[in-house]
């Protein structure tokens, strides 16, 4: 079954320290994404990858940072300079601009 | 103006009622357009994609109107199970970025 799998399903950090949350596709997607949703809200973009090896910021990167050694992972770093980390983030991939986005299940993120 | 727009809701409507949302987008070049539903807690989850006048799917029908820059989203006998959250999402001309909306709560009741 192709798709997107992000791990783990929930997570808690004490405040201070650094978490990083997994996204691996088999979809053989260039595209992948990072979003936040914090309650009530909208999805927010945090970072995006065209190519392997290349990502740009979006509108909320401050405190995260992302790598893409792999075309199948983008892992989301997020740092203690993140001042309110407790959300649910959301990965997701397309194949070519404009095309269809597909979204993993996410993974909550509580601050302790 | 927001580059992507959707009414919060919630639509309160009843089993089998027929309900439409709209979603009004602020650039004129954008090509495709997407509705997804988001089931509270969950992630969002393609409903239909728009690339021209509309698209059809069983109860759901998305129409788009480029001349006033909207998409709408029909749903006709409307059961239970259609309670959740719908998102309007745009992508971007020119870059790889999607522009979603805040999404429309809807809730159908018994």
């Known amino acids: 079954d192709g798709g997107i799998t992000q791990s783990p399903k929930y997570l808690f950090r004490k405040e201070g320290q650094n978490v990083t949350l997994s996204c691996e596709q088999n979809?053989?997607?260039?595209?992948m994404y990072w979003y936040r949703q914090d309650p009530g809200q909208g999805l927010r973009l945090i970072y995006y990858?065209?190519?392997?090896?290349?990502?740009q910021k979006g509108d909320i990167a401050e405190g995260y940072s992302v790598s893409r050694e792999k075309k199948e992972s983008f892992p989301l770093t997020v740092t203690s300079a993140q001042k309110n980390p407790t959300a649910f983030y959301l990965c997701?991939?397309?194949?070519?601009?404009?095309?269809?986005?597909?979204f993993g299940p996410g993974t909550r993120l509580t601050v302790l | 103006r927001k580059e992507v727009e959707q009414d919060p809701g919630p639509f309160n409507v009843p089993e089998g009622a027929t309900v439409a949302f709209n979603c009004t987008y602020s650039?004129?070049?954008?090509?495709?357009f997407f509705w997804y539903r988001q089931d509270c807690r969950k992630e969002p989850k393609l409903l239909m994609s728009?690339?021209?006048s509309g698209n059809e799917d069983g109860r759901f029908t998305a129409q788009l109107n480029r001349a006033s820059q909207y998409i709408s989203l029909l749903i006709r006998d409307s059961k239970l199970s259609d309670s959740a959250t719908y998102l309007c999402?745009?992508?971007?001309?020119?870059?790889?970025?999607?522009?979603f909306g805040t999404g429309t709560r809807l809730k159908v009741l018994a």
């Open positions: 997701a991939s397309n194949r070519d601009r404009q095309d269809t986005q597909y």
């Open positions: 979809l053989n997607h260039d595209a």
């Open positions: 990858s065209q190519i392997v090896n290349d990502f």
């Open positions: 650039n004129s070049a954008s090509q495709s």
């Open positions: 728009v690339y021209s």
């Open positions: 999402v745009v992508p971007t001309s020119g870059t790889y970025k999607y522009i």
